[in-house]
T-cell receptor, first 112, second 114 residues
């Protein structure tokens, strides 16, 4: 079946530090890959996505590249801010199904 | 544009009691999803509707969970009777259709079963 594995948190960084959150996946066929973010007290929001191999999704300074050869979709940001503190979920959508399969989430805490 | 609305935000019940959650999707969205998010885990799909028809309910514990979307708009998820392991956040999401369109999530209902 389909599955997503994310690095465990929490991840604690100082402001302006470099962020990487690892995500690998197992899926049949060629899935679409997503990063969702959940800020405190809010619902899940789509952060970025990539629909085919070598695509790079980007938004709000975050980037992730769809790597088919390593089945990975790692999230990166060059300089995090306190406002980026949230829980980040990697997810995939495979085949004709529109449902999302999520990882367990990684909590990011950014301090001054 | 109004987002996905869910109520209540929080609910505490005793085991073996019943509970219902309500979701109003974004206007015009044909596809509606209910996800269960247990603490420390990612959301897991319980049921997916396309208009008022069920597309996928393979992960729904049908002996105690039920859901309906009678008029193809808002939806209700019910648990009867509740167990301790049902404590979770129940997320509703909607998308314009089943194709490659973005799913928008509500804030969720946090259920605690004691």
């Amino acid at each position: 079946g389909n599955s997503v594995t994310q690095m465990e948190g929490p991840v604690t960084l100082s402001e302006e530090a470099f962020l990487t959150i690892n995500c690998t996946y197992t899926a049949t066929g060629y899935p679409s890959l997503f990063w969702y973010v959940q800020y405190p007290g809010e619902g899940l929001q789509l952060l970025l996505k990539a629909t085919k191999a070598d695509d790079k999704g980007s938004n709000k300074g975050f980037e992730a590249t769809y790597r088919k050869e390593t089945t990975s979709f790692h999230l990166e940001k060059g300089s995090v801010q306190v406002s980026d503190s949230a829980v980040y979920f990697c997810a995939l959508r495979a085949g004709t199904a529109s449902k999302l399969t999520f990882g367990t989430g990684t909590r990011l805490q950014v301090t001054l | 544009e109004a987002g996905v609305a869910q109520s209540p935000r929080y609910k505490i019940i005793e085991k073996r009691q019943s509970v219902a959650f309500w979701c109003n999707p974004i206007s015009g969205h044909a596809t509606l999803y209910w996800y269960q998010q247990i603490l420390g885990q990612g959301p897991k799909l319980l049921i997916q509707f396309q208009n008022n028809g069920v597309v996928d309910d393979s992960q729904l514990p049908k002996d105690r969970f039920s859901a309906e979307r009678l008029k193809g708009v808002d939806s209700t998820l019910k648990i009867q009777p509740a167990k301790l392991e049902d404590s979770a956040v129940y997320l509703c999401a909607s998308s314009f259709d089943e194709a490659n369109t973005e799913a928008f999530f509500g804030q969720g209902t946090r259920l605690t079963v004691v």
